[in-house]
């Protein structure tokens, strides 16, 4: 049983680069979402799908784009990389998002702009 | 705005003592809380998760309370080990529309000194 696997584990790319973060799970999950997770910040929410072809906005979803085209997959991509996107990126997952649930975390991202 | 506090940021404790982790959030409405296990490099692992309707939840040595009239949740860990070193997070998630987001707080770094 993988869970939720996210490629690559880590990345450097050049300020103006764009890349897509992959994430996948196994678990036929309807809820899927993306955090970024920074030193004194907490994790915080970029964006999230509620089912295949539904997304929106998290909380910090500038220069950010997601697409949800199968339940498996749930990619974020990076249109034009900043530095401050320097982050580790972490992909979740849960059967429903009003449903008691327990949440799933992928093993992160390590993600850096220079 | 749900915030979510965990104060000290970082605890040291000798092995065998058996402790206790703190977290408070603003907003009492909550649907659900739930605590988490992070180790260094690796994503986040659900421990326990409390419905709002229940008081406590448990699992082997852990032990997780809530008491959402006072914005509190606690995390007891029973006859500490030197594995039980990890970051430890809570999360809140509301009942729907803007507040159904899973708010997490900045976690506590446990070291457990053999």
């Known amino acids: 049983n993988a869970g939720v696997t996210q490629t690559p584990k880590f990345q450097v790319l050049k300020t103006g680069q764009s890349m897509t973060l992959q994430c996948a799970q196994d678990?036929?999950?309807?809820?899927m979402s993306w955090y970024r997770q920074d030193p004194g910040m907490g994790l915080r929410l970029i964006h999230y799908s509620v089912g295949a072809g539904i997304t929106d906005q998290g909380e910090v979803p500038n220069g950010y784009n997601v697409s949800r085209s199968t339940t498996e997959d749930f990619p974020l991509r990076l249109l034009s990389a900043a530095p401050s996107q320097t982050s580790v990126y972490f992909c979740a997952s849960s059967l429903g998002r009003h449903s008691g649930n327990t949440i799933y975390f992928g093993e992160g991202s390590w993600l850096t702009v220079v | 705005k749900q915030e979510v506090t965990q104060i000290p940021a970082a605890l040291s404790v000798p092995e065998g003592e058996n402790l206790v982790l703190n977290c408070s959030f603003t907003?009492?409405?909550?649907?659900?809380l739930q605590w988490f296990r992070q180790d260094p490099g690796k994503g986040l692992t659900s421990l326990l998760l409390i419905q709002s309707s229940q008081r406590e939840q448990t699992s082997g040595r852990l032990n997780a309370s809530l008491d959402k009239s006072s914005g509190r949740s606690t995390l007891y860990i029973a006859a500490s080990q030197p594995g039980d070193s990890a970051t430890y997070l809570c999360a809140v998630k509301g009942h729907s529309g803007a507040n159904s987001k899973l708010t997490f707080g900045k976690g506590i770094t446990l070291s457990v000194r053999p």
């Open positions: 678990m036929n999950h309807e809820y």
């Open positions: 907003d009492s409405a909550i649907y659900n």
